[in-house]
């Protein structure tokens, strides 16, 4: 072959070359617009229908038609909706948006994965703040024990509109002033309030402050020694049912736990002296 004859061959390759991208390029555009055509489809039959069951299976086509975060969003909130969470993880997770990431958020507090969940509530705050992620994120953080941020969260809800019943139980429950006279009351009612709203572990930190900073009484020592004996820990119980004696020495329940208490720490004497005063100052 001369050189000429390279060069032409040369061009004329180039050319076939171009020509078949132009067409790749051609049919995929044409390929991704039909796609999005029947996504967008499959996501308005998903509107106009009632059952679940057939919202779910236009939304999966639409999203394995067209995998992106229109699709994936509302894939991933009907599935959140319908209590399949691992899976609606999934879709949502590849969702960076505000919306997106709330919905993440409230994901991973139904799977009670909650680091996971403050973590997402956060990136959802970035984009746009609003109550409901305030919300979420100060719930998360109950459910992990930190009072101290769940109040700084729920602060910055304080005067917005609107702030739901849920908001201002929380934000009550949560607000403590351990330098009131009335201190001791405050943390007795914040644990049976936290608890009451399905934050254990938030109640257990509020006792455990409130021990800090010595703003226990009677109740707040009974509270304590429950916890302990829940754990098994009945020579801490027992310390704890010793403050409450110290402080209302004719108390019945401190009796009738104690007498409890020294049966499991082997004190078989003082279990039933306990039981025996117990019975004398409930006749």
Not at 36 to 56: H, M, V
Not at 118 to 137: P, Q
Request: hydrophobic letters at 35%; proline letters at 2%.
């Amino acid at each position: 072959m001369s050189k000429r004859e390279k060069i032409e061959y040369g061009i004329i390759t180039g050319i076939l070359i171009v020509g078949y991208a132009f067409l790749l390029a051609f049919a995929f555009t044409r390929l991704n617009e039909w796609r999005l055509a029947e996504a967008r489809e499959y996501l308005g039959k998903a509107k106009i229908t009632d059952s679940n069951q057939e919202r779910l299976l236009s939304l999966e086509r639409a999203a394995l038609l067209y995998p992106s975060e229109e699709t994936y969003l509302p894939t991933g909130v009907l599935l959140l909706e319908t209590g399949q969470y691992d899976i609606a993880s999934r879709y949502l997770s590849r969702v960076k948006t505000a919306e997106g990431y709330y919905q993440l958020g409230t994901t991973y507090y139904n799977l009670q994965q909650y680091d996971r969940a403050v973590s997402a509530y956060m990136n959802s705050n970035e984009s746009a703040t609003d109550n409901r992620t305030y919300l979420g994120l100060a719930k998360s953080y109950l459910k992990l024990g930190n009072v101290d941020q769940a109040k700084s969260i729920l602060s910055h809800t304080k005067g917005t509109d609107p702030a739901t019943p849920e908001i201002s139980s929380l934000y009550s429950a949560t607000s403590l002033n351990f330098d009131d006279a009335e201190a001791a009351k405050q943390v007795v009612a914040a644990y049976n309030n936290l608890n009451k709203l399905g934050y254990p572990q938030a109640a257990k930190t509020v006792l455990q402050e409130a021990q800090k900073k010595e703003r226990l009484n009677r109740e707040s020592y009974i509270l304590l020694a429950n916890e302990e004996m829940m754990k098994g820990e009945y020579a801490l119980a027992y310390d704890y049912l010793q403050s409450a004696r110290s402080i209302d020495p004719y108390y019945p329940q401190i009796y009738k736990q104690l007498a409890t208490i020294c049966q499991r720490l082997g004190k078989v004497e003082e279990a039933n002296q306990n039981l025996e005063y117990y019975n004398k100052i409930t006749f």
